[in-house]
């Protein structure tokens, strides 16, 4: 025989708030206490003096159809028209016009082979062979020159696709030489480990601007005269040496964290080093490390914006671009809103992912 | 009951919707030994954790030494220096040594001089057999050496009522009987009262003074140790016991 | 039972320089990558040096000596076209130490909010702060520190019409102006800080003594708060000196008086702070959840206090899972701060920047930005490392 909780009683039962859902909900969670009350009123005037302004500023007061600048400044909120003005210089950059499909294209194709990764069905070499085919898509549709396509110098890419490029490549590239790197350094042979271990904590304890510099700027000096090398291409090895050494450093953990017992294990079979490594360690230890390493990737992709600094035409960069039309001076909030939008969505739901991973992989391992 | 040093009345508690624990009426009298045995999710650490209020009781009255619970801060804070804890996982703080988790209570809350809190530990280390580890730290000890360790910390606060949740479950075997032995020896040289959840029927037979088994969070029966095992009354008893090698 | 006398020293190993010596390898890879490496850098070096000679640039760091040439916009020690390049980075290195400090102390404190705010019983509280963190969180450095600036630059309103929210706070597109202290009264109120720390520090001991012997707990913390305001106070007043505030006040155009905090200043500070304090609060709550459940409830049931388990149980063990993603954290915050070329704020890298522009010495220009980080980032891991271990948990 049990009293049902919803019922009216009187001792110290459940009272007439508990009896409605709703009003027991607020109590519990925004009324609780003294202290809570007043957590509650303080958050609630944060938000009732900041977000009104906001949705007013965004939607409310906001045009999206004006066709001119002038009919913009006449509205006091935002002028997503700019927007849809530019957005085509935004997302591509100053790629040709009639072209702009092939940079679509390319990001899709990037887009594509980034949530196959994702799909755990596809955790096996046949993931190599589609990054291969993705990476060479890409490079062929974004350059040109074969197929029938024209060739588009590499100081026309911008937007989107660029900085897509710029971190896929980064980490397609990066994680042969980090995996290299972290077994390195756990390495017996002292030359090989120091040798590793100063690369490591060289560039990462340098910020990325220094490593752009030093690739806009030094790489040229250290090349033999009448060899250059063009400034995307420098200012993608800087990137990938970058990501190589925290991915070293993630993959080292993941190594870290396989028991010792595997090793031995591995020993008494007879297997040789690397097939130790290649069979039995390395699957086990980046299955681990899955999770930081596609933070690395959010935080790669955020990074990419930093070649806007050394004159390279990324996402950030399109911002720029889309306010030098001085029609449309003045609106660079909305349009730095706009980027965000983008960058946001891209890391948040690979963040999301991340975690939902994390998630399922740990409770598998408990069992 | 009259003198009841723990007192519960109607005690109805809810998780959400989930009825856990229905209509408990107990009385302990100073100096008991009970055993709470039962099922896995009768009710039975949350019955004794309400005790220490480490869970909230809904409805009903539980009074420790006449002191009722409510939810008056003063009076969970004099209750728990009266009643002492002893957890299934141990929960040592791993950051101090043997000998700091038992003074631990007693210089904050007892506010005793250090010397003499450590003194006192020593003397309840040496009464679990365990003194030679004062300067080790947790993470450094075995299982049952733990446990041992986390009885000592609770009796060290002079508690006149000891719970204990569960103590050897998470222990392996060898160890069980470490821990139940310095249970027992608390038991027969003191006058503690001892209210265990355990599924050790051997200790309930050799110490309990009443045996309770729980299921679906109503008490069902309560015996001596001696009619509980060998004549139990109720059809859901029967069963437990029969599932249970004792 | 053996007898340890008759033990004979084991043998020394056999030198043996085949191929299939696991030894031997080693030392044929390890010859093989250092040459690999040496003979890479030596290459470098070479076309560099011939690199420089075509283009007549002299290496070696006599033009440290010659004047910069340029002005900069802010620092905290005087600086003229005419000074040197040496003054220029020094002034530059000033700049990054004085946005970093203040960076981490306020994303330290806004951080540990919001990561405690997250852990709130309060939905409305737990919410705004999960927002707060994820958004912050994915959206590059450089884009906010670009939408700081523009905010500061094209919506705020001109000096003559700034925001007035306290007394002698203007902020503008000038920046934002606060009034600042003067006079010989300001050394006596430090003097009567620092002596207040003293004092506090000296009481702790006492307090500690007293409750070892007596078991009586002093009101340690409300004390020390006490010192800490009345001590300076008393200080200045019985020292009879003069204190004087220096109010900004608008001058013609523009204000004049009290310490000005230019836009890129601004934009840098908030940019980063806002920023790193989405990871920061990540960090604080991650530590304050691993510490397991069963330590709260058995420090309760002890009888203790909310306030003291945290202090005495949770908090030790939090700090220790904390502490080390926190500095990493604020190495983050010093590197970032190198983001601040691209809004024209004159930190380190922006200076060495337009250094190497001007003379064309890029190597050494270069070298000196990677030094000074590098010493930052390997003081913080060298102390990171020791901290470790010397509170790492003691385990079998």
Redesign the interface.
């Given at each position: 025989m049990s009293v049902d909780p919803n019922a009216v009683n009187s001792s110290s039962g459940p009272g007439l708030l508990s009896r409605v859902p709703v009003l027991h909900w607020l109590r519990t969670q925004l009324f609780s206490s003294p202290l809570n009350t007043l957590l509650t009123l303080l958050t609630l005037w944060l938000l009732l003096a900041t977000v009104p302004a906001i949705i007013d500023w965004v939607f409310l007061k906001s045009t999206i159809t004006a066709t001119s600048a002038q009919e913009c400044r006449k509205v006091t909120g935002a002028c997503w028209a700019v927007i849809v003005e530019k957005h085509r210089l935004i997302l591509f950059g100053v790629y040709p016009y009639e072209e702009q499909w092939r940079p679509l294209l390319a990001t899709l194709l990037l887009l594509g082979v980034i949530i196959l990764s994702g799909i755990r069905r596809f955790w096996n070499l046949s993931l190599l062979v589609f990054w291969l085919i993705a990476l060479t898509g890409a490079a062929v549709l974004m350059w040109g020159g074969v197929f029938g396509l024209t060739h588009v110098e590499n100081s026309r890419w911008g937007g989107l696709p660029l900085t897509l490029m710029l971190s896929t490549f980064g980490i397609a590239f990066a994680f042969p030489l980090g995996i290299a790197l972290a077994l390195g350094r756990r390495s017996n042979m002292p030359a090989i480990k120091t040798i590793c271990i100063v690369y490591i904590e060289l560039i990462r304890g340098v910020p990325l601007i220094s490593l752009l510099f030093m690739s806009a700027v030094m790489l040229p000096l250290f090349l033999p005269e009448g060899l250059t090398i063009d400034k995307l291409l420098r200012a993608q090895v800087a990137i990938i040496l970058f990501a190589a050494a925290y991915m070293a450093e993630t993959i080292r953990g993941g190594l870290q964290a396989i028991p010792k017992g595997q090793f031995e294990g591995a020993d008494s079979l007879g297997l040789t080093y690397w097939q130790q490594t290649r069979l039995i360690v390395l699957p086990q230890a980046l299955k681990i490390v899955i999770p930081p390493l596609v933070g690395l990737f959010i935080a790669l992709f955020k990074d990419t914006s930093l070649v806007v600094i050394i004159g390279i035409f990324d996402l950030t960069q399109a911002a720029k671009a889309a306010l030098v039309d001085q029609s449309w001076r003045g609106f660079s909030i909305e349009i730095y809103v706009f980027i965000s939008a983008i960058y946001f969505v891209f890391c948040y739901s690979m963040s999301k992912y991340s975690q939902s991973l994390e998630k399922r992989l740990a409770t598998e391992h408990q069992r | 009951m009259a003198n009841a040093i723990i007192s519960m009345q109607d005690v109805n508690k809810w998780y959400g919707k989930f009825h856990v624990l229905r209509n408990i009426n107990l009385e302990v009298a100073s100096g008991e030994r009970i055993v709470i045995c039962g099922p896995s999710g009768s009710g039975k650490s949350t019955l004794i954790r309400c005790i220490n209020r480490l869970e909230e009781h809904q409805k009903g009255r539980i009074a420790v030494e006449g002191t009722e619970i409510t939810n008056d801060i003063r009076h969970v804070e004099a209750i728990r220096r009266d009643v002492g804890m002893v957890f299934q996982h141990f929960n040592l703080f791993p950051h101090l040594t043997v000998l700091q988790n038992l003074t631990l209570g007693p210089i904050w809350v007892l506010k005793t001089p250090k010397a003499e809190a450590e003194a006192r530990a020593m003397k309840y280390l040496e009464r679990v057999r365990i003194a030679e580890q004062a300067s080790k730290f947790p993470g450094q000890l075995s299982g049952g050496q733990q446990q041992r360790v986390a009885i000592a910390r609770s009796l060290c606060m002079d508690p006149k009522v000891m719970l204990f949740d569960e103590p050897t479950s998470a222990l392996d075997p060898e160890m069980v009987k470490e821990v139940l032995e310095v249970m027992v020896k608390l038991a027969e040289d003191t006058g503690m009262t001892m209210l265990v959840v355990t599924h050790e029927m051997g200790f309930a037979r050799k110490v309990a003074d009443r045996v309770i088994f729980m299921d679906e969070g109503e008490i069902i029966e309560q015996n001596t140790p001696d009619a509980f095992f060998d004549h139990p009354q109720n059809e859901r008893t029967k069963l437990f016991l029969s599932q249970i090698i004792h | 039972m053996m007898n340890l006398k008759n033990t004979v020293a084991a043998p020394a190993p056999k030198k043996n320089f085949s191929w299939n010596n696991p030894a031997t390898r080693?030392i044929v890879?390890?010859?093989l990558?250092?040459a690999l490496?040496g003979g890479v850098g030596w290459y470098?070096v070479h076309?560099?040096l011939?690199?420089?000679s075509?283009r007549n640039i002299t290496t070696g760091f006599d033009f440290l000596t010659r004047e910069a040439g340029f002005a900069i916009g802010e620092g905290l020690i005087t600086f003229t076209p005419a000074d040197t390049y040496q003054r220029a980075i020094t002034v530059g290195v000033l700049n990054t130490l004085r946005v970093a400090l203040c960076g981490i102390l306020f994303a330290t404190i806004l951080g540990t909010i919001i990561g405690i705010a997250r852990l709130?019983?309060?939905?409305?509280?737990r919410t705004?702060a999960s927002v707060y963190v994820?958004?912050m969180?994915?959206?590059?450095?450089?884009?906010?520190l670009?939408?700081w600036y523009?905010?500061i630059i094209?919506?705020m309103p001109g000096p003559r019409k700034a925001f007035h929210p306290l007394a002698g706070v203007f902020i503008s597109n000038r920046g934002i102006q606060i009034p600042s202290v003067h006079g010989e009264g300001l050394t006596w109120l430090l003097v009567g800080l620092l002596l207040a720390v003293l004092l506090s520090l000296t009481l702790r001991v006492w307090a500690r003594r007293r409750?070892?012997?007596?078991?009586?707990?002093f009101a340690l913390g409300r004390s020390t708060l006490v010192l800490l305001l009345v001590t300076p106070a008393l200080a200045w007043w019985l020292s009879g000196t003069q204190m004087s505030l220096d109010v900004p006040e608008l001058k013609g155009f523009n204000f004049a008086g009290g310490l000005t905090l230019s836009p890129e200043f601004a934009a840098l500070l908030f940019g980063l702070v806002i920023y790193t304090s989405a990871f920061i609060a990540e960090v604080v709550r991650s530590g304050i959840q691993s510490v397991?459940r069963?330590?709260w409830?058995?420090?309760?049931?002890?009888?203790?206090?909310n306030s003291?388990v945290l202090r005495?149980?949770v908090l030790?063990?939090a700090l220790?899972v904390i502490i080390p993603p926190m500095t990493s954290q604020y190495l983050n915050i010093t590197?970032?701060s190198?983001?601040a070329?691209?809004i024209g704020y004159p930190d380190l890298?922006s200076v060495i920047?337009t250094t190497?522009n001007q003379t064309g010495q890029?190597?050494e220009g270069?070298l000196m930005?990677?030094a000074a980080?590098?010493t930052?980032?390997?003081s913080i891991?060298f102390f990171m490392n020791w901290y470790n271990k010397r509170i790492a948990?003691?385990?079998?």
């Amino acid at each position: 025989m049990s009293v049902d909780p919803n019922a009216v009683n009187s001792s110290s039962g459940p009272g007439l708030l508990s009896r409605v859902p709703v009003l027991h909900w607020l109590r519990t969670q925004l009324f609780s206490s003294p202290l809570n009350t007043l957590l509650t009123l303080l958050t609630l005037w944060l938000l009732l003096a900041t977000v009104p302004a906001i949705i007013d500023w965004v939607f409310l007061k906001s045009t999206i159809t004006a066709t001119s600048a002038q009919e913009c400044r006449k509205v006091t909120g935002a002028c997503w028209a700019v927007i849809v003005e530019k957005h085509r210089l935004i997302l591509f950059g100053v790629y040709p016009y009639e072209e702009q499909w092939r940079p679509l294209l390319a990001t899709l194709l990037l887009l594509g082979v980034i949530i196959l990764s994702g799909i755990r069905r596809f955790w096996n070499l046949s993931l190599l062979v589609f990054w291969l085919i993705a990476l060479t898509g890409a490079a062929v549709l974004m350059w040109g020159g074969v197929f029938g396509l024209t060739h588009v110098e590499n100081s026309r890419w911008g937007g989107l696709p660029l900085t897509l490029m710029l971190s896929t490549f980064g980490i397609a590239f990066a994680f042969p030489l980090g995996i290299a790197l972290a077994l390195g350094r756990r390495s017996n042979m002292p030359a090989i480990k120091t040798i590793c271990i100063v690369y490591i904590e060289l560039i990462r304890g340098v910020p990325l601007i220094s490593l752009l510099f030093m690739s806009a700027v030094m790489l040229p000096l250290f090349l033999p005269e009448g060899l250059t090398i063009d400034k995307l291409l420098r200012a993608q090895v800087a990137i990938i040496l970058f990501a190589a050494a925290y991915m070293a450093e993630t993959i080292r953990g993941g190594l870290q964290a396989i028991p010792k017992g595997q090793f031995e294990g591995a020993d008494s079979l007879g297997l040789t080093y690397w097939q130790q490594t290649r069979l039995i360690v390395l699957p086990q230890a980046l299955k681990i490390v899955i999770p930081p390493l596609v933070g690395l990737f959010i935080a790669l992709f955020k990074d990419t914006s930093l070649v806007v600094i050394i004159g390279i035409f990324d996402l950030t960069q399109a911002a720029k671009a889309a306010l030098v039309d001085q029609s449309w001076r003045g609106f660079s909030i909305e349009i730095y809103v706009f980027i965000s939008a983008i960058y946001f969505v891209f890391c948040y739901s690979m963040s999301k992912y991340s975690q939902s991973l994390e998630k399922r992989l740990a409770t598998e391992h408990q069992r | 009951m009259a003198n009841a040093i723990i007192s519960m009345q109607d005690v109805n508690k809810w998780y959400g919707k989930f009825h856990v624990l229905r209509n408990i009426n107990l009385e302990v009298a100073s100096g008991e030994r009970i055993v709470i045995c039962g099922p896995s999710g009768s009710g039975k650490s949350t019955l004794i954790r309400c005790i220490n209020r480490l869970e909230e009781h809904q409805k009903g009255r539980i009074a420790v030494e006449g002191t009722e619970i409510t939810n008056d801060i003063r009076h969970v804070e004099a209750i728990r220096r009266d009643v002492g804890m002893v957890f299934q996982h141990f929960n040592l703080f791993p950051h101090l040594t043997v000998l700091q988790n038992l003074t631990l209570g007693p210089i904050w809350v007892l506010k005793t001089p250090k010397a003499e809190a450590e003194a006192r530990a020593m003397k309840y280390l040496e009464r679990v057999r365990i003194a030679e580890q004062a300067s080790k730290f947790p993470g450094q000890l075995s299982g049952g050496q733990q446990q041992r360790v986390a009885i000592a910390r609770s009796l060290c606060m002079d508690p006149k009522v000891m719970l204990f949740d569960e103590p050897t479950s998470a222990l392996d075997p060898e160890m069980v009987k470490e821990v139940l032995e310095v249970m027992v020896k608390l038991a027969e040289d003191t006058g503690m009262t001892m209210l265990v959840v355990t599924h050790e029927m051997g200790f309930a037979r050799k110490v309990a003074d009443r045996v309770i088994f729980m299921d679906e969070g109503e008490i069902i029966e309560q015996n001596t140790p001696d009619a509980f095992f060998d004549h139990p009354q109720n059809e859901r008893t029967k069963l437990f016991l029969s599932q249970i090698i004792h | 039972m053996m007898n340890l006398k008759n033990t004979v020293a084991a043998p020394a190993p056999k030198k043996n320089f085949s191929w299939n010596n696991p030894a031997t390898r080693a030392i044929v890879y390890q010859v093989l990558a250092v040459a690999l490496v040496g003979g890479v850098g030596w290459y470098m070096v070479h076309n560099t040096l011939h690199n420089l000679s075509v283009r007549n640039i002299t290496t070696g760091f006599d033009f440290l000596t010659r004047e910069a040439g340029f002005a900069i916009g802010e620092g905290l020690i005087t600086f003229t076209p005419a000074d040197t390049y040496q003054r220029a980075i020094t002034v530059g290195v000033l700049n990054t130490l004085r946005v970093a400090l203040c960076g981490i102390l306020f994303a330290t404190i806004l951080g540990t909010i919001i990561g405690i705010a997250r852990l709130s019983k309060n939905w409305l509280v737990r919410t705004v702060a999960s927002v707060y963190v994820e958004v912050m969180r994915n959206i590059p450095l450089l884009l906010q520190l670009f939408f700081w600036y523009v905010i500061i630059i094209e919506t705020m309103p001109g000096p003559r019409k700034a925001f007035h929210p306290l007394a002698g706070v203007f902020i503008s597109n000038r920046g934002i102006q606060i009034p600042s202290v003067h006079g010989e009264g300001l050394t006596w109120l430090l003097v009567g800080l620092l002596l207040a720390v003293l004092l506090s520090l000296t009481l702790r001991v006492w307090a500690r003594r007293r409750q070892d012997q007596t078991g009586k707990i002093f009101a340690l913390g409300r004390s020390t708060l006490v010192l800490l305001l009345v001590t300076p106070a008393l200080a200045w007043w019985l020292s009879g000196t003069q204190m004087s505030l220096d109010v900004p006040e608008l001058k013609g155009f523009n204000f004049a008086g009290g310490l000005t905090l230019s836009p890129e200043f601004a934009a840098l500070l908030f940019g980063l702070v806002i920023y790193t304090s989405a990871f920061i609060a990540e960090v604080v709550r991650s530590g304050i959840q691993s510490v397991d459940r069963g330590q709260w409830e058995a420090a309760g049931a002890l009888g203790i206090k909310n306030s003291l388990v945290l202090r005495l149980v949770v908090l030790p063990q939090a700090l220790r899972v904390i502490i080390p993603p926190m500095t990493s954290q604020y190495l983050n915050i010093t590197k970032n701060s190198s983001l601040a070329v691209a809004i024209g704020y004159p930190d380190l890298v922006s200076v060495i920047n337009t250094t190497l522009n001007q003379t064309g010495q890029a190597i050494e220009g270069i070298l000196m930005i990677m030094a000074a980080y590098l010493t930052v980032s390997l003081s913080i891991s060298f102390f990171m490392n020791w901290y470790n271990k010397r509170i790492a948990l003691v385990e079998r």
